[in-house]
T-cell receptor
């Protein structure tokens, strides 16, 4: 079956622009997670969705970062006024439930110039 | 001190060698322990999943968890060139909530033919 998909696979933007990253989870998975992977910091949690609600946003690094999920399916991570330190790979994972195995997508590689 | 510590390597071994990878952690609330494998420019894929202390074996892979020492290990027997990847340990707590994963920084492994 189809796995987690993310788009775009690569994004180059200029400092100060807004970007939107999309995640399509595995069908039927109620839990969805966003992580960020950067060279110096490794893989870090950003936000968790259960259905359309986000009970854990503790990993969002600043108020420039926001995310939403609609229809219990697709999720969008938005970064406003991008900075160079936002350059990283943004990974999405979905799970059948809150404690199930997390299946990762291929990631979106974001480069802020 | 980071919650999860993992030696980044790199680690280079000849084909057929036994590989030992490990992580230490500081949060005694962690109850679920995982090893993910990540190939270059791909998302992480789950290799092993262990609950609490003990050993788990799957083919050439063995995962060990020692909660008293806050130490987890992954052993790869008869290593193959196809095992060349970055190995990430990950763990989560059992208090309900998001079950977000906390990752080590990953160990890059190269198996030479």
């Amino acid at each position: 079956g189809a796995g987690v998909s993310q788009s775009p696979s690569n994004k180059v933007t200029e400092k100060g622009k807004d970007v939107e990253l999309r995640c399509d989870p595995i069908s039927g998975h109620t839990a969805l997670y966003w992580y960020r992977q950067s060279l110096g910091q490794g893989l870090e949690f950003l936000i968790y969705f259960q259905g359309n609600s986000a009970p854990d946003k503790s990993g969002l690094p600043s108020d420039r970062f926001s995310a939403e999920r609609t229809g219990g399916s697709v999720s969008t991570l938005t970064i406003q006024r991008t900075q160079q330190e936002d350059s990283a790979v943004y990974l999405c994972a979905s799970s059948p439930n809150a404690r199930g195995t997390q299946y990762f997508g291929p990631g979106t590689r974001l480069l802020v110039l | 001190q980071k919650e999860v510590e993992q030696d980044p390597g790199p680690l280079s071994v000849p084909e057929g060698a036994i590989v030992s990878l490990n992580c230490t952690y500081s949060n005694s609330a962690f109850q679920y322990f995982m090893w993910y494998r990540q190939y270059s420019r791909k998302g992480p894929e789950l290799l092993m999943y262990t609950y609490s202390s003990g050993n788990k074996e799957d083919g050439r892979f063995t995962a060990q968890v020692d909660k008293s020492s806050k130490y987890i290990s992954l052993f790869i027997r008869d290593s193959q060139p196809s095992d060349s990847a970055t190995y990430l340990c990950a763990m989560s707590g059992g208090q309900g909530g998001s079950e977000k994963l906390v990752f080590g920084k990953g160990t890059k492994l190269t198996v030479n033919p």
